[in-house]
């Protein structure tokens, strides 16, 4: 169903959609521009194009299609696949295609690199004629790769599954893979097409079958059992006159096997790195607590709440790139031509705290009983003596470098729950637009807490951050006129 379009821009280019939620049998396609705004009034489907992508990413890393809560999505749930089959009809079927454009690098497969590092490929090969094959070498070239997949409900084991896979590479090579409900997979690639199956979910060119020639032709099936392939078509290559007669079988299998993969499970992990690449903030993004302390590890989960920003900031260990956002965040929040909230980020050293909240917790119990019904010069002098007695643990204690919000009015840091709820509503947001790390921002309202002139320089950070790279998506879900009407502009 996805078909290329006329643009040349890389990243995730469109989605098409069939039986999935609201959309019905009429596949419904969504060009994605860099920026793509959706807006409309409640429920009217806004967050189906998100839950799609999230969905496909959770199929490629492993994850069954009958899921509920979605990885990445927060608080957002699909119900299985009954629930977001349209209409609850466990007799259609779901198809989501996905368009994407390849970057200069094209697929996975680069057919003179393999030669040139095939040692078992050389022994066949005349080391003067190695130079003269240019086999398949346009797939390094390639520029669009479409993905649909196909998800079912099989009555009899009461479990979706993803049904089959179609990959096509700039309109030109298709590879169909089919599963039964046992998850055993079969492959049908060809090129040309040559064979049609009776129970392919995909409509297949008649050109495809009649068409012959000098071109690559494949014929494989993948059976259940491990390793069992079987690959037909002598003339896969017309590379005869540059091997020996021993060789030839083995390296006709070889590549075979080497361009089989590059169409389908390399140009399937440019679509999961890229999805792997995407980070979804919800309305509503959390107050971090008093010295916050950073999870280990990057768990993109916690960008649904906006924690993950705090996280990079309270890490006591930062890589460059992580410094150097923070630096452009903390200018984008300060200036007075940007957001101007009237913060900065500043690195302050601190100490740890887990053991001196305990300290103070039985201090200020032994404060209370100890100065019950003393005046307030009594209890000051206890306070004193309390904090002479810390005062030594705080200077032997593990001391962490984090960022702080530092008041630029008041010249003091303070925590992000002792100021307004704007400020830490707006933050991840920024953070996220701009690290460029993100391919893929989803973004639900980030108008909510935030003042209207804040909206309006929070689109020119979108833009800006445009020109990170060229093959970001930011999905922006909202309902702020402000917002939209700059955008527009």
């Known amino acids: 169903m996805p078909k290329k379009t006329k643009r040349e821009r890389k990243g995730i280019r469109a989605i098409t959609l069939q039986n999935f939620k609201g959309i019905g049998e009429e596949p419904g396609r969504i060009e994605l521009a860099p920026l793509t705004l959706l807006f409309g009034p409640n429920a009217a489907g806004k967050s189906t194009i998100l839950q799609a992508l999230l969905l496909v990413r959770h199929l490629l890393n492993g994850g069954d299609p009958n899921v509920d809560k979605l990885p990445l999505g927060g608080d957002m749930r699909l119900g299985g696949f009954e629930n977001y089959v349209h209409k609850h009809d466990l007799d259609r079927t779901v198809t989501i295609g996905i368009e994407l454009g390849l970057n200069s690098d094209g697929l996975a497969f680069e057919f003179d690199e393999f030669l040139r590092h095939s040692t078992q490929i050389r022994t066949h090969f005349g080391e003067k004629r190695l130079s003269e094959i240019d086999v398949f070498a346009g797939l390094g070239d390639a520029e669009c790769a479409c993905f649909e997949f196909q998800i079912r409900w099989w009555e009899d084991q009461s479990k979706a599954h993803v049904f089959g896979a179609k990959i096509t590479v700039d309109d030109t090579s298709s590879a169909y893979i089919v599963t039964t409900p046992d998850g055993a997979p079969s492959v049908n690639t060809k090129f040309p097409y040559q064979e049609r199956r009776d129970d392919s979910p995909f409509d297949v060119p008649e050109w495809w079958e009649a068409t012959s020639g000098d071109h690559a032709q494949i014929l494989v099936w993948l059976t259940s059992q491990a390793g069992q392939t079987i690959l037909q078509g002598e003339q896969l290559l017309s590379i005869h006159d540059f091997m020996d007669p021993e060789g030839e079988e083995f390296v006709v299998d070889l590549i075979a096997c080497n361009i089989l993969s590059c169409h389908t499970v390399g140009a399937l992990c440019i679509l999961r790195r890229a999805l792997d690449k995407l980070v979804h903030i919800g309305p509503l993004r959390a107050i971090p607590r008093r010295n916050h302390q950073a999870r280990i590890g990057n768990d993109l989960e916690r960008w649904a709440n906006g924690l993950a920003a705090w996280d990079i900031l309270s890490k006591d260990t930062r890589s460059d790139e992580e410094r150097s956002l923070i630096a452009r965040v903390s200018e984008w929040i300060s200036r007075?031509?940007?957001?101007?909230?009237?913060?900065?980020?500043?690195?302050?050293?601190?100490?740890?705290?887990?053991?001196?909240?305990?300290?103070?917790?039985?201090?200020?119990g032994v404060l209370g009983t100890a100065a019950k019904n003393k005046s307030a010069k009594e209890q000051a002098k206890f306070k004193q003596r309390i904090s002479e007695i810390i005062?030594?643990?705080?200077?032997?204690?593990?001391?962490?470098?984090?960022?702080?919000?530092?008041?630029?009015?008041?010249e003091t840091v303070v925590e992000p729950g002792e100021i307004g709820v704007g400020v830490s509503q707006v933050l991840p947001l920024v953070m996220a637009i701009l690290d460029p790390s993100h391919e893929v921002v989803s973004i639900e309202q980030p108008e909510l807490h935030i003042h209207p002139r804040i909206q309006?320089?929070?689109?020119?950070?979108?833009?800006?951050?445009l020109d990170d790279r060229e093959d970001r998506l930011f999905l922006i879900e909202t309902h702020s006129e402000h917002l939209i009407l700059r955008l527009l502009r």
Do not use: M
């Not at 200077?395 to 630029?408: I, M, S």
């Not at 309006?456 to 951050?465: F, K, N, P, W």
């Open 456 to 465: 309006v320089r929070l689109a020119d950070a979108y833009i800006e951050a």
């Open 336 to 364: 007075s031509d940007r957001l101007d909230l009237g913060f900065e980020l500043r690195l302050q050293e601190t100490v740890v705290q887990e053991r001196f909240d305990i300290v103070g917790e039985v201090a200020e």
């Open 391 to 410: 005062a030594p643990l705080t200077d032997t204690a593990k001391r962490t470098r984090r960022f702080r919000l530092f008041d630029q009015r008041h």
